[in-house]
Structure formats: C-alpha cells, structure tokens
C-alpha cells in the first residue's frame, strides 16, 4: 500500500514537499516513481528512483527542480519541489515497481502499486 501526503496550496516560486510511505511487502520493491496528472490530461511521468536510492531519472520539465529522494529504514520516498510554476498544479501519485528487474520505468505501464494521489496546486 501507498500513501501519499504533503500536497496543497501554494504560489508560483514557492517550495513543497511530498511523501510517499509504502507498508506491506516492501522488501520486493524494485523502484519508485511520482507521476502527476491534471485535469484533462494523461498521467505523466516526473521522477524515479531505484531500489537503492543511488540511481534517478527525472522528466525534462521538473530536471534542475524536483528531487526524488529515498529512505529504505522508513519505506519512504520523497518528492522536494521548488520554484514551483501554475503548470505543476495536478494531482501527484506514488508508484511502486515490483522485482524482478534493476530497470527505472518512466511509463505507467512500468509500476504495479499505485498511492491515491494527493492534490498540488500551484497559483500565478
């Protein structure tokens, strides 16, 4: 299971951090990833990381903005945003990749375990 939290409310240029805890079979977790989804529009990918924590990949739009970070001790990957724009608004979901395979997805197809989202919404 997956549970996001730390969403909200803030202004362009301001910082928010996400977090995701993970509970039951955690030990089989390959990787895991944040993607976003706004209304109208397809679920995207914005950052990953792998079963480590030591490899990350991030999409073009959030790379220099977005850290993805990990904590294997507390099952918990987090999400550090700043200089956050009105384009980042949208629901944000946790995802979670199952072994086999050291491979970071940065597809939706790529993730077994979804959290249920958490709003961030980002005002100009």
């Known amino acids: 299971q997956l549970v996001e939290s730390g969403g909200g409310l803030v202004q362009a240029g301001d910082s928010l951090s996400l977090s995701c805890a993970a509970s039951?079979?955690?030990?089989?977790?390959?990787?895991m990833g944040w993607f976003r989804q706004a209304p109208g529009k397809e679920r995207d990918f914005v950052a990953a990381?792998?079963?480590?924590?030591?490899?990350?990949t991030y999409a073009d739009s959030v790379k220099g903005r977005f850290t993805i970070s990990k904590d294997n001790a507390k099952n918990t990957v987090y999400l550090e945003m700043n200089s956050l724009k009105p384009e980042d608004t949208a629901v944000y979901y946790c995802?979670?990749?199952?072994?086999?395979?050291?491979?970071?997805?940065?597809?939706?197809?790529?993730?077994?375990?979804w959290g249920q989202g958490t709003q961030v919404t980002v005002s100009s």
């Open positions: 039951g079979r955690t030990s089989n977790t390959a990787a």
């Open positions: 995802a979670a990749k199952r072994l086999p395979g050291s491979d970071i997805p940065r597809t939706v197809a790529g993730y077994d375990s």
């Open positions: 990381v792998g079963r480590s924590g030591g490899s990350t």
